[in-house]
């Protein structure tokens, strides 16, 4: 039987310097690419690395002519070794905000372009969280809605602008704004000239359409499965370069293609019946770690979009 490790419990600062060798001759890939980084010869990290090992009765990595890799204990260690990290500045960020103004970063993540109005008031909402906290590094980004929930629910992110089709346990959904949406084909499309009276339910149903590319409410649903779903376009952007080529028919929100509408370069299909509503939410995690960022965004935006 193997002997136990004896890494002390609870664990010494000499072990965290052990680990974070580790983990820096981990991430550059070898002793020799992590001397620069850790600003020490090589030696001395082998004789680190080697101290490691003999404390933790573990075989961590593998150096030789194929090269430097880890085992399959490596492995566990270095995946353990991150969390711990993760959770020591995630404490750190914690302690370092209580009752101080707020620093450090503030994320915001929007699962689709914003629209000229949305830009606008998206400015206002910055604004507001400038004027009120200097100190704050604002990281305004977009993601896919799958990655803007792991985000959010591992705290990497503080809030997100979804479109509403599904909730996940965890996070809390507000209602930003709805708005109608259309479905439209572009002036090369053979329906551009004909009035609606003339475009009938087959027609529409064997016409090549786009889909959204994610989950929508029952409403949308009920609209996509009269058509023909041969393509997919996520991005409203995207969506509207495939309409324009005049091979498709999408769903799109008039305040997005308001420009092209004027310009006669698309034209909406049976408005009054063609339709469903595009919901944007705010969502924030239940209980985020730094719950005095997420309430000044919260605040924010409920004062713009409201």
Do not use: W
């Not at 994320?107 to 100190?135: F, G, M, T, W, Y």
């Not at 799958?146 to 992110?157: F, M, Q, R, V, W």
């Amino acid at each position: 039987m193997s002997k136990a490790s004896i890494i002390p419990k609870p664990i010494t600062e000499y072990d965290l310097r052990l680990l974070r060798i580790f983990t820096s001759v981990v991430e550059h890939g070898g002793f020799a690419a992590a001397e620069a980084a850790l600003g020490v010869t090589r030696s001395t990290i082998s004789v680190h690395m080697s101290n490691l090992e003999a404390r933790m009765k573990l075989k961590l990595c593998l150096r030789g002519r194929g090269g430097f890799s880890l085992t399959e204990d490596g492995q566990a260690v270095y995946r353990a070794v991150i969390n711990l990290f993760d959770s020591l500045n995630d404490f750190s960020v914690l302690v370092g905000s209580i009752g101080k103004e707020l620093s450090g970063e503030l994320v915001i993540l929007c699962a689709d372009q914003l629209d000229r109005a949305k830009q606008k008031k998206l400015a206002e909402v910055i604004a507001i969280i400038h004027d009120s906290s200097p100190n704050l590094h604002i990281v305004l980004d977009g993601d896919s809605i799958s990655n803007i929930e792991k985000l959010l629910l591992k705290d990497k992110a503080h809030i997100g602008l979804l479109p509403v089709y599904q909730q996940i346990e965890g996070l809390n959904y507000a209602s930003l704004y709805s708005e109608p949406i259309f479905l439209c084909c572009g002036k090369k499309h053979p329906f551009f000239d004909q009035v609606d009276t003339q475009i009938s339910d087959q027609d529409l149903s064997e016409a090549a359409a786009i889909h959204p590319g994610i989950d929508i409410d029952s409403s949308g649903r009920e609209q996509l499965q009269k058509l023909n779903l041969c393509a997919k376009a996520y991005q409203f952007d995207t969506r509207k370069a495939m309409i324009l080529s005049g091979r498709y028919i999408g769903y799109m929100s008039q305040s997005y293609i308001q420009q092209e509408l004027n310009q006669g370069e698309i034209r909406l299909i049976q408005p009054s019946s063609r339709t469903y509503s595009f919901n944007l939410s705010l969502v924030t995690k239940k209980t985020p770690r730094e719950v005095n960022k997420v309430e000044l965004l919260k605040q924010a935006f409920t004062k713009v979009f409201n």
